[in-house]
């Protein structure tokens, strides 16, 4: 016990009282900074319902007035006729769209 106690005289003689209480200070600012950090946990009894509405269609279809039509399926509308097609011509399996037919003359 003699030998701590001649060390711990030995450092206060190195620093002034004030020094001590500084560098005390710090170590007990810092030391919150350097625990864990916990995230905050909030418990919720129930259970989020989801609805799916509708159907899921897998099938590569156009629609007008609620009807699907196939790819290449063609109808006319107040004199114009349009086209399922695909959305874009480099795809097998993309969306489809409706296009114009141009008549040729």
Do not use: D
Not at 15 to 44: C, D, G, H, N, Y
């Amino acid at each position: 016990m003699k030998k701590r106690n001649s060390v711990w005289q030995a450092c206060c003689k190195c620093i002034s009282r004030s020094q001590f209480i500084v560098f005390t200070l710090f170590l007990l600012l810092a030391m919150p900074a350097s625990l864990p950090v916990m995230a905050k946990e909030i418990s919720v009894k129930s259970q989020p319902k989801l609805s799916l509405e509708g159907t899921f269609n897998t099938q590569r279809v156009c629609f007008y007035q609620g009807q699907s039509y196939s790819l290449g399926a063609v109808i006319a509308i107040e004199g114009v006729l349009i086209e399922c097609q695909p959305e874009k011509h480099f795809e097998t399996n993309g969306a489809l769209k409706w296009t114009k037919i141009e008549k040729k003359s």
